[in-house]
């Protein structure tokens, strides 16, 4: 896979826009409706941010019944996007392995729902 170009350079005001929060994944279903294999999550972000849904194409490393209770990194910010039957409310976060799958972004120790990234 060819790696992506470096972005441009922004400042700290930008970078500060984009909320990515931790949450934990409560709810994960079949996404059969999706263009490409996907999940359908559930993530609590806690209290002040709250529990939103996801559309994540993470099938190749990730099982169903492994993925609750997993902590996931999201952007809690951005509109909701309508993918297929399906509203998705928020962006999980991932890189591309060497074969461009999805692995998830997650904190090495657990940390409190909602935790924002700095």
């Known amino acids: 896979m060819a790696e992506a170009a470096q972005a441009g350079v922004i400042g700290i005001e930008d970078f500060l826009k984009v ?4 949450g934990t994944i409560v709810e994960a279903h079949p996404f059969p409706e999706a263009r490409k294999p996907a999940y359908k999550l559930t993530i609590d972000f806690g209290s002040q941010i709250g529990v939103k849904r996801s559309s994540a194409q993470i099938t190749e490393h990730y099982k169903l019944e492994e993925l609750v209770g997993r902590q ?4 809690v910010n951005l509109p909701p996007r309508r993918i297929g039957p399906f509203m998705s409310e928020v962006l999980t976060l991932g890189f591309p392995d060497a074969q ?15 935790a924002r990234l700095f």
């Open 19 to 22: 909320d990515v929060r931790v």
């Open 100 to 114: 461009g799958a999805v692995v998830l972004v997650t904190p090495g120790t657990a940390v409190p729902n909602g």
């Open 72 to 75: 996931v990194a999201g952007v």
